[in-house]
């Protein structure tokens, strides 16, 4: 009897102790209801590829981001050291104990780690490809093909995934899964009015525009360079380029912009792209003779040529981050005109990707995004998390503490916003101690002007 006892004891313990940890499904993250805009369209085929990528921990992500405050300060002593790439990947690096576990659970699903894990040089995130029905065991997850009912575009998604518990305290993040395609080209409020009544009557003569401390142009020495990125097949026109230079910036005819191509993404001549064309002609527009480098990412991979199973249409932000982090020279500024509702990015992947746009930042990178062209909200104003309440929906990544927000304005003297242009409170990301002083009085002024729309 006493020896039983022993017996079942120890079993209950080793049990308990080795595997369950690894087994046991916790939610990672679920949305409450299919993301709005989006219908299940069919069963993707069992055999679907999924190249997985795992963002694992950043285990001194906390040091990055006061770095990057410290290097960003003009009042503090390390205002301008910035970080080296391999500084950067120092602190981002995962814990070896979150590699050891994340190693394990691969291997328990019959992942090879040695020949079928890719990882990049920080070693923060792994890729491995499967198919589609071992990612759905390995997340407890129901993938399905989705598709946007406005512009019929079909993705493979799943709205919720789990992690075994012991792992949530290793992985930030695990794509694609609940991530839906859901960045809008800003262009999509692209304002022409031909009806509009000319700003200024014609003929008249601007004064020159001077800023408070004068305008400077811009000059292209000691290897300053902006980089433009462009996502979702779109692609900058090089005749237009001239076209427009012609017109606008007749200095710059015969400028041009070079195009870096990301994992295979295409330039192609003979598509139009309104968005692509947009930035590049109005970015060199203005920073003409800075060089500008257009990056362009497909954001989508190889897939199996069955009638009902799209192409796996990756989340391009993160691929392009971590290209350019895993070059020593890039440039020190870059816009973007892609965003979208701040609430229809997993918070787990917002929260990652602007650690991602920190560590450009401590880098020495000033990174722009657009606020959006929405008003106070281009889609819903609902919330997305079961209540469905009615606030103002900021645009992420501009809601990222680590990036600028731009907006639009028209006129000058006096410069006014205008109405389309986007901007308000992140419901994910605490206000920034750099905002500290501007935000309460603005608050103050506005009183219980919109009170409970906005955090
Ligand atoms: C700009 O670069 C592209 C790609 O290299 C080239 O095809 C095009 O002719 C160039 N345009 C000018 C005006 O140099
Ligand atoms: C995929 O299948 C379609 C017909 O279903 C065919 O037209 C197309 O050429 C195929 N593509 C590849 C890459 O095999
Ligand atoms: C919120 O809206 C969604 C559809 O957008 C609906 O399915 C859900 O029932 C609504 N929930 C509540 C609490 O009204």
Not at 41 to 68: C, F, V, Y
Not at 221 to 239: C, S
Request: glycine share 8%; net charge negative.
């Amino acid at each position: 009897m006493h020896f039983a006892l022993i017996y079942l004891f120890i079993i209950a313990t080793s049990a308990y102790a080795i595997p369950s940890d690894l087994t046991a499904p916790v939610v990672k993250h679920a949305w409450a209801h299919i993301p709005e805009g989006w219908e299940v369209d069919a069963m993707p085929s069992a055999n679907h590829p999924i190249t997985l990528k795992i963002g694992l921990k950043q285990s001194r992500i906390n040091e990055l981001i006061n770095t990057l405050y410290e290097v960003s300060d003009p009042l503090h002593p390390k205002y301008g050291q910035h970080l080296s790439r391999i500084e950067v990947e120092e602190l981002v690096k995962p814990h070896p104990e979150s590699v050891y576990a994340v190693h394990d659970w691969l291997s328990m699903h019959g992942v090879n780690i040695a020949t079928e894990v890719a990882r990049n040089s920080a070693g923060d995130w792994l890729s491995v490809s499967l198919p589609l029905s071992r990612v759905e065991s390995m997340l407890a997850a129901e993938y399905r093909v989705y598709r946007h009912k406005r512009t019929d575009e079909r993705v493979v998604r799943t709205t919720a995934y789990s992690l075994p518990r012991a792992l949530h305290d290793h992985i930030d993040l695990v794509q694609p899964t609940t991530m839906f395609d859901n960045m809008r080209k800003m262009h999509a409020m692209f304002h022409v009015d031909e009806s509009a009544a000319p700003l200024l009557p014609e003929g008249t003569v601007l004064p020159d525009v001077t800023g408070p401390a004068g305008y400077v142009p811009q000059a292209a020495d000691k290897g300053n360079r902006i980089g433009v990125t462009g996502y979702l097949e779109q692609f900058v026109n090089f005749a237009d380029l001239q076209t427009f230079y012609s017109m606008f910036r007749p200095d710059a005819v015969g400028f041009n912009v070079s195009v870096l191509s990301i994992d295979g993404g295409l330039n192609d001549q003979t598509m139009l792209g309104v968005e692509a064309n947009l930035d590049n002609q109005y970015t060199t527009g203005i920073s003409f003779p800075t060089p500008n480098i257009y990056y362009t990412t497909p954001g989508t991979a190889p897939t199996i040529n069955d009638s009902v199973t799209p192409p796996q249409r990756d989340e391009p932000y993160i691929d392009w981050l971590n290209f350019v982090l895993s070059h020593d020279d890039m440039p020190f500024s870059f816009t973007t005109s892609y965003g979208g509702d701040e609430q229809t990015f997993p918070k787990e992947f917002a929260n990652r990707a602007c650690n991602l746009f920190a560590q450009l930042g401590a880098r020495g990178a000033s990174v722009m995004f657009s606020s959006g062209d929405g008003g106070v909200g281009a889609g819903t104003c609902l919330t997305n998390d079961g209540t469905n309440r009615t606030i103002f929906q900021p645009v992420f990544p501009a809601t990222c503490p680590f990036v600028t927000g731009v907006g639009a304005t028209f006129q000058i003297a006096p410069e006014r916003g205008i109405d389309f242009s986007q901007g308000g409170f992140s419901v994910y990301f605490p206000r920034p101690s750099y905002q500290a002083k501007a935000v309460p009085p603005f608050l103050e002024k506005l009183g219980e002007t919109y009170a409970g729309l906005f955090k």
